[in-house]
Nanobody, 121 residues
C-alpha cells in the first residue's frame, strides 16, 4: 500500500504565502513524476504544477512566477511554495504521484486526500 498525505493548507489573506507538503509512504521502490492539482468549488480539477524525478518543472499559466514546486527524493516528498496568493487560488489542493512499488512492473498514479487553501480579501 502507498499513501500520499498533504499538509499546509490554511486560511491566508490575499498577497500572503503558504507552503504545501505531500509525503508519500508505504511500499515505494521509486517515484516518477509528482504534481499538484487543485479544484475550486464548482470547477474541474486542474493541474497546477508538476516536477519530474530529475527536477524539470511545468506550471499552469495562472501560477507562473508565484508558485514553485520542488521535491526531496530522499524523503519522498513534494512541496508547493505559493506566494502572492490571489482570491482565485482558493481551492482544495491535491498531490499526485506516479509510484512504482516493489514487485510491480509499472508505476501507479496515487492521489492524496487534499488540503484546503482559503484566500480572503
Amino acid at each position: 500500500q502507498v499513501q500520499l498525505v498533504e499538509s499546509g493548507g490554511d486560511l491566508v489573506q490575499a498577497g500572503g504565502s503558504l507552503r504545501l507538503s505531500c509525503a508519500a509512504s508505504g511500499n515505494i521502490f521509486s517515484i516518477n513524476g509528482m504534481s499538484w492539482y487543485r479544484q475550486a468549488p464548482g470547477k474541474q480539477r486542474e493541474l497546477v504544477a508538476l516536477i519530474t524525478r530529475g527536477g524539470s518543472t511545468k506550471y499552469a499559466d495562472s501560477v507562473k512566477g508565484r508558485f514553485t514546486i520542488s521535491r526531496d527524493n530522499a524523503k519522498n516528498t513534494v512541496y508547493l511554495q505559493m506566494i502572492s496568493l490571489e482570491l482565485e487560488d482558493r481551492a482544495d489542493y491535491y498531490c499526485n504521484a506516479a509510484i512504482l512499488s516493489g514487485g510491480d512492473d509499472y508505476p501507479v498514479n496515487y492521489w492524496g486526500q487534499g488540503t484546503q487553501v482559503t484566500v480572503s480579501s
